[in-house]
């Protein structure tokens, strides 16, 4: 991390002694050198950086997503809830229903121990 600070300063102070002795050959190699370096050390440290950042963020990722994947479902257990869950509230419209238009009084017990199993899948289907 020094090298990234330190090293222009040195390219530099070698480039002006190399212009005082008059190395041409050592100049031009010099200015190449602190150039290049100055175009690859800010993607160095950039890289540097976010690498030890990956690292530090990495276990807080790992811990969240087990945090989450209890609490989650796979499309498979959504479908296994849900189609009940449809199937149950359509039934459930279709007993009020009957229940309005039954003429039968002998049928309504019938009619509302099958409402109360719907609503009992209905509550199962919307704990999950």
Known sequence: MI????SPLHIV???LISI???IDWLTKVLIYIFLVNLMLLPGLLLYKEEAKDKDMRQPQIIKEENRHAKKMLTANEIVLLWTPYIQNS????LQEYSKLIN???TLEPIIN???DIRENG?????FF
Request: charged share 20%; net charge positive; aromatic share 12%.
């Open 103 to 105: 003429e039968d009084k």
């Open 113 to 115: 121990l099958a409402r």
């Open 20 to 22: 005082i002795f008059i």
């Open 122 to 126: 209905v509550h199962q289907c919307r």
């Open 3 to 6: 090298y990234v600070y330190i």
């Open 13 to 15: 102070t070698l480039i």
């Open 90 to 93: 359509m039934a459930l419209s």
